[in-house]
């Protein structure tokens, strides 16, 4: 059953391969500037290791309580593990274990509980400040996320944390507001939003965008990275 696994995760990579190699051919940009995340939530700590076999390095999860005992059953493999879920407080000290970049930073409470957990783990994390791209100003996005507007505060909060390390945005293609449908567009918009990160942060160049559906625009508009789940792992039958 491992061999038939692991046919079908290397041929989902390969396909998922060609249209980021594809995306990037067709927006003149080197494949290499867009680096591939697996988000292996629901998926046992088994696919994981074939994953790591077939190359993948960078792997991403959205609840603590599957991420943390899939992070310890595969200590031993040369993975980055991303956060990208909606963080509460109370899972920051779990997180901040395993977790290499958490993209989901959207609020200067949480800096604030990061960077308390990353100085007593005495690791550094990446954060990346979530863009909400259908908030209004001062409020959160419905999947998380900071207004645009609010993005430079709390920047500045991460890169004066001790133990952060500002890596740059994220954000989730909205499901209302004026982008909604409009990925491409959304993307875009993050785009010019890391650009003005930059200008005061100039090593927070990391965009991730873009998921199984909308890679190809995610790419287009200069995402750095995509963070693709189902393409490479397929749909994960309902319980019950």
């Not at 079908?8 to 390969?14: I, K, P, R, T």
């Not at 293609?173 to 409009?182: I, K």
Request: glycine letters at 8%; aromatic letters at 2%; proline letters at 4%.
């Amino acid at each position: 059953m491992t061999d038939v696994r692991r046919n079908q995760l290397a041929d989902n990579l390969a396909r998922v391969e060609n249209r980021i190699a594809t995306a990037c051919a067709a927006a003149g940009r080197p494949r290499d500037e867009v680096t591939l995340i697996v988000v292996t939530k629901t998926y046992p700590a088994s696919d994981v290791r074939l994953l790591a076999e077939l190359g993948v390095r960078h792997v991403a999860e959205n609840r603590d309580q599957d991420a943390a005992p899939k992070a310890a059953e595969c200590a031993d493999l040369p993975l980055n593990w991303h956060f990208v879920g909606q963080l509460q407080t109370n899972k920051v000290r779990s997180v901040a274990r395993y977790a290499g970049v958490v993209q989901s930073v959207d609020r200067a409470r949480l800096v604030t509980a990061l960077s308390g957990e990353a100085v007593r783990a005495e690791r550094e994390l990446g954060c990346l400040i979530q863009v909400a791209l259908d908030a209004e100003s001062g409020e959160r996005g419905s999947r998380g996320g900071i207004a645009p507007d609010g993005v430079p505060a709390l920047a500045d909060a991460v890169a004066e944390a001790q133990n952060l390390r500002l890596d740059g945005v994220m954000t989730v293609a909205p499901l209302s507001g004026p982008y909604a449908g409009r990925q491409l567009a959304a993307f875009e918009r993050l785009m010019e939003i890391s650009t003005d990160l930059r200008a005061n942060h100039p090593a927070a160049n990391m965009v991730s965008a873009g998921m199984s559906a909308d890679l190809e625009d995610a790419v287009t508009a200069g995402a750095t990275h995509v963070r693709v789940g189902t393409a490479v792992l397929g749909v994960r039958p309902r319980l019950g």
